[in-house]
């Protein structure tokens, strides 16, 4: 069984830091990108960042440029999500997901649960 499991939110100030992770079982870790996704109240689900786990290219969105970065521990098929200099438009719930790759939540198959981070002003 395919699972994915999203740990790290919090609360934290505007300007502050968070580490995400997502501890992934189930598949072969090494033939699948992890990608971790947003979504704020009223919006629509937005890709923030994915890593392949077989090469270890990354992808950010623009708006998290120099302020996230997503590594991954393959020896504990792990991926996390280093934010710093949290903004309030960073509030939403995260996810983590296996798929093809790139920011296209389309393209991604299996989902974790979703952990709340909310950024204080």
């Known amino acids: 069984e395919v699972q994915l499991v999203e740990s790290g939110g919090g609360l934290v100030q505007a300007g502050g830091s968070l580490r995400l992770s997502c501890a992934a079982s189930?598949?072969?870790?090494?033939?699948?990108?992890i990608g971790w996704f947003r979504q704020a109240p009223g919006k629509e689900r937005e890709g923030v960042s994915c890593i392949s786990s077989s090469d270890g290219s990354t992808y950010y969105a623009d708006s998290v440029k120099g302020r996230f970065t997503i590594s991954s521990d393959n020896a504990k098929n792990t991926v996390y999500l280093q934010m710093n200099s949290l903004k309030p438009e960073d509030t939403a719930v995260y996810y983590c997901?296996?798929?093809?790759?790139?920011?296209?939540?389309?393209?991604?198959?299996?989902w974790g649960q979703g952990t709340q981070v909310t950024v204080s002003s």
């Open positions: 997901a296996s798929g093809l790759g790139g920011l296209d939540p389309i393209l991604y198959d299996y």
């Open positions: 189930g598949f072969t870790f090494d033939d699948y990108a």
